[in-house]
């Protein structure tokens, strides 16, 4: 029987160390000694696992850490990155060289990759909005071979269909991938959906606690493996220390994403009759268009909520400067909770009209529920708001 996520989150890549301990210690090295050259060409050739070179993830505590992401998302395997936007780039590098499609708004840092940088390169990349869904088959049929989508999106959290997407790109002998770091593995399994890859910024949900950056993308081997020499040539592997730091994080998981998914739909249902608010985004509110397919494509509505507030761009700017429990700081996913106003940040290097096409006002504050009192949460915004 598969054990519970809960229980995976805490044994998964559990190994028998010398000393008992139940958690991996930090192989804080950078390489490994060899009884013999027979015995290092064994490693190097595969005929037996072991562990060779830091950068190359071959060190146990990163190969513990991985088991660990590999279990929670349902995967076969996972790569540990040091950031969500290295774990992406060596996704495009490995499977995007025949073109890119972006599906919906994706993060600022992924947007400027495929839109500017990978075009350098070469790289053809297609951003799509997603209400121009039917663009899809023909840039399939043009030879693009990955997908890419974010869902909930970033700030307005619109729901994208996975499984249906994943249908139409399979047809087409593609791969989707999909940017799962919003939902966390407690709120949405992506895998399980018929997404290809996932792909995590550790930073947000993954590690908790807004004190390390990492990334992380699970899947099957067969797609990993094209992966490692990217990442390993890129340099892009997670530093011991980071990784035992994020191995200990996983392990409450799923008790803190289950709160903030809690809290988040109180702040979000008692916000919906403030005066001072002109709309609340949260896929749990019965009224959100996405609410029908988030409920049954996920299996929580997740710690994030947008709200807009009356009076535009500048009223907004006064609600967040005058926050004083919600942190001004553009990340989220940590304990703490975090405010942002996204034409400022995230939204701040696109044209007011690019924005205006994605639905992005100024009126928008995007909200990162942390794990406080939703007591405190709630008269923190009150008096910001009066
Ligand atoms: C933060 C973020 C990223 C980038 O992750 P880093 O760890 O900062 O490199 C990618 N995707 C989403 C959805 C994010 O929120």
């Not at 950031?83 to 495009?92: L, R």
């Not at 761009?313 to 996913?333: M, Y």
């Amino acid at each position: 029987m598969t054990q519970g996520l809960a229980t995976r989150t805490i044994h998964a890549g559990e190994t028998a160390d010398a000393h008992g301990s139940p958690n991996m210690p930090v192989y804080n090295t950078t390489t490994f000694r060899f009884a013999s050259t027979a015995d290092l060409l064994d490693v190097v050739e595969g005929r037996r696992p072991g562990s060779l070179y830091t950068r190359y993830g071959l060190n146990p505590t990163i190969q513990a850490l991985e088991a660990q992401l590999a279990s929670i998302e349902g995967a076969e395997a996972a790569w540990a990155f040091c950031s969500g936007m290295a774990a992406e780039t060596s996704v495009f590098f490995a499977h995007g060289r025949k073109g890119v499609v972006c599906i919906g708004d994706a993060y600022g840092g992924t947007l400027e990759l495929l839109a500017t940088q990978l075009p350098q390169l070469g790289i053809e990349t297609h951003l799509i909005l997603g209400h121009e869904l039917d663009r899809l088959e023909p840039l399939l049929e043009s030879g693009s071979q990955l997908v890419f989508l974010e869902t909930p999106s970033n700030p307005a959290l619109e729901i994208m269909d996975i499984a249906s997407v994943a249908d139409r790109v399979h047809r087409h002998g593609a791969l989707l991938a999909v940017d799962n770091t919003f939902a966390s593995p407690v709120n949405q399994r992506p895998l399980e959906l018929g997404a290809d890859l996932v792909v995590h910024s550790a930073t947000k949900y993954l590690g908790g606690h807004s004190d390390l950056t990492a990334g992380a993308i699970m899947g099957a081997r067969e797609l990993l493996a094209p992966v490692f020499g990217w990442r390993k040539n890129l340099g892009s592997m997670i530093a011991p220390e980071t990784g035992a730091l994020l191995s200990r994080s996983l392990r409450t998981l799923t008790v803190r994403v289950e709160r903030q998914n809690r809290t988040a739909q109180t702040l979000a249902e008692t916000l919906v009759r403030h005066p001072r608010i002109e709309r609340v985004l949260y896929p749990g509110l019965p009224g959100f268009p996405g609410h029908e397919l988030a409920a049954r494509q996920m299996h929580g509505f997740g710690g994030i909520l947008t709200i807009e507030v009356k009076g535009g761009g500048t009223a907004a700017t006064r609600v967040a400067d005058r926050l004083r429990l919600f942190i001004l700081a553009p990340s989220l996913g940590g304990v703490e909770s975090l405010v942002t106003q996204p034409c400022t940040t995230t939204h701040h290097g696109l044209t007011p009209q690019e924005r205006a096409r994605r639905g992005i006002s100024d009126a928008m504050l995007r909200l990162s529920v942390g794990l406080e009192d939703p007591e405190d949460l709630i008269a923190d915004l009150e008096q910001a708001l009066a």
